[in-house]
């Protein structure tokens, strides 16, 4: 029983909460723009609602992609300085 959702290293833990929290945001965004475009009048507990989650998904995405950054940025760093090595190496 292999997990993260049985991968070869394809959705990560982070890329799922990212891919949930995103989906369910937005699509409680499209029920409130139908629910406008219908003629319906929107309450002012889903806007009051739709401001209290858009934190918590800016923290998600923030997070997810500040790590992504961190570990591409640490990654290259590490990866020139093999090849430094590597070259020393070769040279010597």
Do not use: C, H, W
Request: hydrophobic share 50%; glycine share 8%.
């Amino acid at each position: 029983m292999k997990t993260f959702l049985n991968d070869k290293d394809g959705v990560s833990e982070k890329d799922y909460l990212l891919l949930v929290s995103t989906t369910v945001f937005f699509l409680f965004v499209a029920i409130g723009l139908v629910l406008v475009l219908m003629g319906r009048p929107v309450d002012g507990m889903y806007v009051t609602l739709l401001d209290m989650v858009a934190p918590v998904l800016m923290t998600i995405t923030g997070g997810v992609f500040g790590v992504r950054a961190v570990q591409e940025f640490r990654k290259k760093k590490s990866d020139t300085a093999e090849e430094e090595a590597e070259d020393y190496d070769a040279r010597v």
